[in-house]
């Protein structure tokens, strides 16, 4: 069974900085892009970024509102992807998922984690 | 960037009801666009991707359509746990954006 787990989610201050984890089992973790999404509280999803797989060169691609303070990777030898976070501003607060493509292309996201809680505030 | 527009932002109906939701992008998409169930408080769940196909496993009540720039999630004969907040998302390019969401409640 396919498993995706988050954690490092918390309370950090304005400016600061969290790095996010999220460890993958019950596919070929390797193989799989792997992407981060977020939620705020009360509204609606948006997708943070992505890392592509080792075979398509592990680039990464982010949405506008993180380009430059958040920086996704991976290390497909524990099976975990990775979120740093720097220069938090309290938009950022949100339930952080890890989300991939386990059974087809990588242009949906089928396999879902739970989400950790990030909550930016002073 | 693409934007996507969903409407509409709520809707109340009956158990066993027909719904449809609609989902608009700025250009065309040809088919790629997904659609997604989130349950309060639970990761949102792949209904339907490449505009019309069924996930496996989810029930056969749900069906998507369309192409280029309008699509339409349906639901027939409303079930219980059909109540959620559904989200469309293009993933025809970066950024991959979401609907802002429809959320079903209980008429």
């Known amino acids: 069974e396919v498993y995706l787990v988050e954690s490092g989610g918390g309370l950090v201050q304005p400016g600061g900085s969290l790095r996010l984890s999220c460890g993958g089992s019950?596919?070929?973790?390797?193989?799989?892009?792997m992407n981060w999404v977020r939620q705020a509280p009360g509204k609606g999803l948006e997708w943070v970024g992505h890392i592509k797989s080792q075979n398509d060169g592990r680039t990464t691609d982010y949405n506008a509102p993180v380009k430059g303070r958040f920086s996704i990777s991976r290390d497909d030898s524990k099976t975990t992807l990775y979120l740093q976070m720097n220069d938090l501003k309290s938009d950022d607060t949100a339930v952080y998922y890890c989300?991939?493509?386990?059974?087809?292309?990588?242009?949906?996201?089928?396999?879902w984690g739970q989400g950790t809680l990030v909550t930016v505030s002073s | 960037d693409i934007q996507v527009t969903q409407s509409p932002p709520s809707l109340s109906a009956s158990v066993g009801d027909r719904v449809t939701i609609t989902c608009r992008t700025s250009?065309?998409?040809?088919?790629?666009l997904n659609w997604y169930q989130q349950r309060p408080r639970t990761a949102p769940k792949l209904l339907i991707y490449?505009?019309?196909n069924l996930q496996s496993g989810v029930p056969s009540r749900f069906s998507g359509s369309g192409s280029g720039t309008e699509f339409t999630l349906t639901i027939n004969s409303l079930q219980p746990e059909d109540f959620a907040t559904y989200y469309c998302?293009?993933?025809?390019?970066?950024?991959?954006?979401f609907g802002q969401g429809t959320k079903v409640e209980i008429k």
């Open positions: 998302q293009q993933s025809h390019s970066s950024p991959r954006t």
């Open positions: 989300t991939t493509s386990v059974t087809g292309p990588p242009r949906r996201f089928d396999y």
């Open positions: 250009q065309s998409i040809s088919t790629y």
């Open positions: 490449g505009a019309s």
């Open positions: 019950g596919f070929i973790f390797s193989n799989a892009w």
